[in-house]
């Protein structure tokens, strides 16, 4: 069975499929100039209500959209900040993800995400981010090379490194206090007594893992320990349960155990527990970096250094926005100092507990 549509209603329903409302048309149907349709959609922008009032109810009528990559290719500005983070399963860049696109909106400016969860040890595409228009990338991974921030950089791209640094400090950082960080863990390990102590290292290639090594492994000969052990979990949960499962069938098994981030303490955790029936805050001691959410719950209970995120997404806006309004600023390398909170993962110091901000944490006795 067949049926035909009039032409004149034909070709309307056609041009209604093909052509998209314009700014055009709503400035006709409400009888306003098309600069007032495009003040009504900037945020800012002068409109008066009585205008604003037509314009709205005729886009409701034609059903229109603002068409803001258009809008960017007249103004060259997209408001986007192009974010690169690895695999989502760490909870820690969650948490940066979410604060950073609320401060970011708090400034009319969206976030855009470029994951690189494919390989997370392989920076992404620089050509993918200029195509989406972005106005300045800031690299959260651990795992990324410093080439790719300073790729940003020479193109005249704004670009910020949280929660990693670069060697040469060409280009800004934004860090917590990776070496006082393992240094301090080295020092409780000391004070409650441990004596065969470990280190399940992050990605070979992520210098805030080296850092925080380094530093726990210099703490540990200062108070005269040889070298922990070591194993690798790389940021990831299941080689970080198989580094625990090495550890802990060794002949020397150890008593205490650094892990570079939360989520390979908590894989750590799961081990020690499950599998060799150890009890943490007696057995064993396991401590990690981060303090994401999850390291409060009451069944892991998790002691580890607390990263000052707030601290950190603030002052990475600060210089994203800095560089935005002057791309010669100079180049920093921000250090942020943070704490060491202690829960039942962990022994007990018999000096040093102190309460900050509702949590337990330990300062070194002076």
């Given at each position: 069975?067949?049926?035909?549509?009039?032409?004149?209603?034909?070709k309307?329903?056609?041009?209604?499929?093909?052509r998209?409302?314009?700014?055009?048309?709503v400035?006709?149907?409400?009888?306003?100039?098309?600069?007032?349709?495009?003040?009504?959609?900037?945020?800012?922008?002068?409109v008066a209500?009585?205008?604003?009032?037509?314009?709205?109810?005729?886009?409701?009528?034609?059903?229109?959209?603002?068409?803001?990559?258009?809008?960017?290719?007249?103004?060259?500005?997209?408001?986007?900040?192009?974010?690169?983070?690895?695999s989502?399963?760490?909870?820690?860049?969650?948490?940066?993800?979410e604060?950073?696109?609320?401060?970011?909106?708090?400034?009319?400016?969206r976030?855009?995400?470029?994951?690189t969860?494919s390989?997370?040890?392989?920076?992404?595409?620089?050509?993918?981010?200029?195509?989406?228009?972005v106005?300045a990338?800031?690299?959260?991974?651990?795992?990324?090379?410093?080439?790719?921030?300073?790729?940003?950089?020479?193109?005249?791209?704004?670009?910020?490194?949280?929660?990693?640094?670069?060697?040469d400090?060409?280009?800004?950082?934004v860090?917590?206090?990776?070496?006082?960080?393992?240094?301090?863990i080295?020092d409780?390990?000391?004070a409650?007594?441990?004596?065969?102590?470990?280190?399940?290292?992050?990605?070979?290639?992520?210098?805030?893992?080296?850092?925080?090594?380094?530093?726990?492994?210099?703490g540990?000969?200062?108070?005269?320990?040889?070298?922990?052990?070591?194993?690798?979990?790389?940021?990831?949960?299941?080689?970080?349960?198989?580094?625990?499962?090495?550890?802990?069938?060794?002949?020397?098994?150890?008593?205490?155990?650094?892990?570079?981030?939360?989520?390979?303490?908590?894989?750590?955790?799961?081990?020690?527990?499950?599998?060799?029936?150890?009890?943490?805050?007696?057995?064993?001691?396991i401590?990690?970096?981060?303090?994401?959410?999850?390291?409060?719950?009451?069944?892991i209970?998790?002691?580890?250094?607390?990263?000052?995120?707030?601290?950190?997404?603030?002052?990475?806006?600060?210089v994203?926005?800095?560089?935005?309004?002057?791309?010669?600023?100079?180049?920093i390398?921000?250090?942020?100092?943070?704490t060491?909170?202690?829960?039942?993962?962990?022994r007990l110091?018999?000096?040093?507990?102190?309460?900050?901000?509702?949590?337990?944490?330990w300062?070194?006795?002076?």
């Amino acid at each position: 069975m067949s049926f035909f549509l009039p032409s004149k209603v034909s070709k309307a329903m056609t041009e209604s499929v093909r052509r998209p409302v314009t700014a055009h048309d709503v400035a006709r149907l409400a009888g306003v100039s098309q600069s007032a349709v495009s003040r009504t959609y900037t945020k800012g922008a002068s409109v008066a209500p009585k205008t604003r009032e037509k314009v709205e109810a005729a886009a409701a009528e034609l059903g229109y959209r603002p068409n803001f990559v258009a809008r960017s290719l007249i103004t060259r500005r997209s408001n986007l900040i192009g974010v690169v983070v690895p695999s989502m399963a760490n909870p820690f860049y969650s948490e940066v993800l979410e604060r950073l696109s609320k401060a970011f909106e708090a400034l009319s400016y969206r976030v855009l995400l470029f994951s690189t969860v494919s390989n997370e040890d392989s920076d992404p595409i620089l050509e993918e981010v200029l195509r989406h228009r972005v106005e300045a990338v800031i690299l959260v991974s651990a795992s990324l090379s410093s080439h790719f921030a300073e790729e940003c950089k020479m193109t005249g791209l704004p670009v910020v490194l949280l929660n990693r640094k670069n060697d040469d400090e060409t280009v800004s950082s934004v860090t917590s206090d990776n070496v006082a960080g393992g240094s301090i863990i080295a020092d409780y390990l000391v004070a409650t007594a441990h004596k065969s102590l470990a280190f399940i290292a992050g990605a070979e290639s992520s210098s805030t893992s080296r850092d925080r090594e380094r530093s726990f492994t210099r703490g540990l000969i200062s108070h005269g320990y040889p070298v922990p052990m070591r194993e690798s979990g790389n940021y990831n949960f299941q080689d970080a349960m198989d580094s625990a499962r090495r550890l802990l069938s060794a002949s020397n098994r150890p008593d205490g155990i650094f892990c570079a981030n939360d989520l390979m303490a908590i894989a750590a955790l799961n081990v020690a527990t499950r599998e060799f029936g150890l009890i943490p805050g007696r057995d064993i001691s396991i401590i990690g970096f981060d303090n994401i959410a999850m390291a409060s719950w009451p069944i892991i209970g998790l002691t580890t250094y607390m990263q000052p995120m707030a601290q950190l997404v603030r002052r990475t806006v600060d210089v994203i926005t800095a560089q935005l309004q002057n791309l010669a600023t100079p180049s920093i390398q921000e250090v942020l100092p943070g704490t060491l909170i202690v829960r039942e993962s962990a022994r007990l110091p018999a000096t040093g507990l102190v309460e900050v901000d509702g949590m337990t944490a330990w300062k070194p006795p002076v």
